[in-house]
Nanobody
Protein backbone atom coordinates (compact mmCIF):
# COMPACT_ATOMS: atom_id res chain seq x y z
CA UNK A 1 0.00 0.00 0.00
CA UNK A 2 1.27 3.47 -0.85
CA UNK A 3 0.06 6.73 0.64
CA UNK A 4 0.29 9.82 -1.52
CA UNK A 5 0.21 13.12 0.35
CA UNK A 6 -0.47 16.35 -1.48
CA UNK A 7 -1.74 19.88 -1.03
CA UNK A 8 1.18 21.56 0.66
CA UNK A 9 2.59 24.87 -0.42
CA UNK A 10 3.44 28.41 0.55
CA UNK A 11 0.72 30.42 2.26
CA UNK A 12 0.58 33.69 4.13
CA UNK A 13 -0.21 33.80 7.85
CA UNK A 14 -3.95 33.52 8.34
CA UNK A 15 -4.38 31.56 5.15
CA UNK A 16 -5.70 28.06 4.55
CA UNK A 17 -4.57 24.85 2.93
CA UNK A 18 -6.13 21.43 2.55
CA UNK A 19 -3.88 18.41 2.58
CA UNK A 20 -4.94 15.13 1.03
CA UNK A 21 -3.66 11.61 1.58
CA UNK A 22 -4.74 9.00 -0.92
CA UNK A 23 -4.15 5.29 -0.47
CA UNK A 24 -3.29 3.17 -3.48
CA UNK A 25 -5.89 0.62 -2.40
CA UNK A 26 -8.33 -0.07 0.40
CA UNK A 27 -6.67 -0.69 3.75
CA UNK A 28 -8.53 -3.13 5.97
CA UNK A 29 -8.66 -3.32 9.75
CA UNK A 30 -7.62 0.28 10.26
CA UNK A 31 -6.94 1.11 13.88
CA UNK A 32 -6.34 4.81 13.36
CA UNK A 33 -5.12 7.27 10.78
CA UNK A 34 -3.70 10.69 11.14
CA UNK A 35 -1.37 13.50 10.28
CA UNK A 36 2.02 14.23 11.73
CA UNK A 37 4.44 17.04 11.08
CA UNK A 38 8.13 17.64 11.47
CA UNK A 39 9.61 21.10 11.55
CA UNK A 40 13.26 21.67 10.73
CA UNK A 41 15.42 20.57 13.64
CA UNK A 42 12.49 19.20 15.62
CA UNK A 43 10.98 15.81 16.26
CA UNK A 44 7.96 14.56 14.40
CA UNK A 45 4.78 15.34 16.28
CA UNK A 46 1.17 14.26 16.06
CA UNK A 47 -1.16 16.85 14.57
CA UNK A 48 -4.49 15.03 14.36
CA UNK A 49 -5.71 11.46 14.53
CA UNK A 50 -9.00 9.76 13.77
CA UNK A 51 -9.81 6.28 15.04
CA UNK A 52 -11.68 3.54 13.25
CA UNK A 53 -14.66 4.41 15.41
CA UNK A 54 -14.51 8.02 14.36
CA UNK A 55 -13.14 9.62 17.51
CA UNK A 56 -10.79 12.49 16.80
CA UNK A 57 -7.94 14.08 18.69
CA UNK A 58 -5.91 17.14 17.89
CA UNK A 59 -2.68 18.58 19.16
CA UNK A 60 -3.42 21.53 21.42
CA UNK A 61 -1.55 23.82 19.07
CA UNK A 62 -4.00 23.19 16.20
CA UNK A 63 -7.32 22.80 18.01
CA UNK A 64 -9.98 25.02 16.53
CA UNK A 65 -7.93 25.65 13.39
CA UNK A 66 -7.37 22.22 11.79
CA UNK A 67 -9.94 19.60 10.86
CA UNK A 68 -9.19 16.00 9.99
CA UNK A 69 -11.64 14.00 7.90
CA UNK A 70 -11.78 10.91 5.76
CA UNK A 71 -13.61 9.64 2.72
CA UNK A 72 -13.73 5.87 2.97
CA UNK A 73 -15.18 5.46 -0.51
CA UNK A 74 -12.22 7.31 -2.00
CA UNK A 75 -9.59 5.83 0.37
CA UNK A 76 -8.59 9.39 1.15
CA UNK A 77 -7.92 11.39 4.28
CA UNK A 78 -7.83 15.16 4.54
CA UNK A 79 -6.48 17.85 6.80
CA UNK A 80 -8.14 21.23 6.48
CA UNK A 81 -5.84 23.86 7.93
CA UNK A 82 -7.20 27.35 8.62
CA UNK A 83 -5.73 30.40 10.30
CA UNK A 84 -2.25 29.15 9.57
CA UNK A 85 0.65 30.48 11.59
CA UNK A 86 4.38 30.57 10.85
CA UNK A 87 4.88 27.93 13.53
CA UNK A 88 2.78 25.53 11.45
CA UNK A 89 5.61 25.42 8.93
CA UNK A 90 6.74 21.81 8.61
CA UNK A 91 6.70 18.73 6.45
CA UNK A 92 3.37 17.03 6.97
CA UNK A 93 3.09 13.25 6.82
CA UNK A 94 0.01 11.08 6.73
CA UNK A 95 -0.11 7.78 8.55
CA UNK A 96 -2.37 4.75 8.64
CA UNK A 97 -2.08 2.13 11.36
CA UNK A 98 -3.83 -1.13 10.68
CA UNK A 99 -4.04 -4.71 11.81
CA UNK A 100 -4.45 -6.48 15.11
CA UNK A 101 -2.17 -9.48 15.32
CA UNK A 102 0.28 -7.93 12.87
CA UNK A 103 0.25 -4.17 13.01
CA UNK A 104 1.29 -2.23 9.95
CA UNK A 105 2.22 1.43 9.80
CA UNK A 106 1.95 3.13 6.44
CA UNK A 107 3.46 6.57 5.82
CA UNK A 108 3.05 9.07 3.04
CA UNK A 109 6.07 10.76 1.54
CA UNK A 110 5.44 14.13 3.19
CA UNK A 111 4.28 17.44 1.84
CA UNK A 112 5.89 20.76 2.71
CA UNK A 113 3.77 23.49 4.29
CA UNK A 114 5.38 26.90 4.60
CA UNK A 115 3.59 29.76 6.31
CA UNK A 116 5.33 33.04 5.64
CA UNK A 117 4.63 36.57 4.55
Amino acid sequence: VQLQASGGGLVQPGGSLRLSCAASRTIFNINHMGWYRQALGKQRELVAVISSGGSINYADSVKGRFTISRDNAENTMYLQMNSLKPEDTAVYYCNVNSGSRYVMNYWGQGTQVTVSS
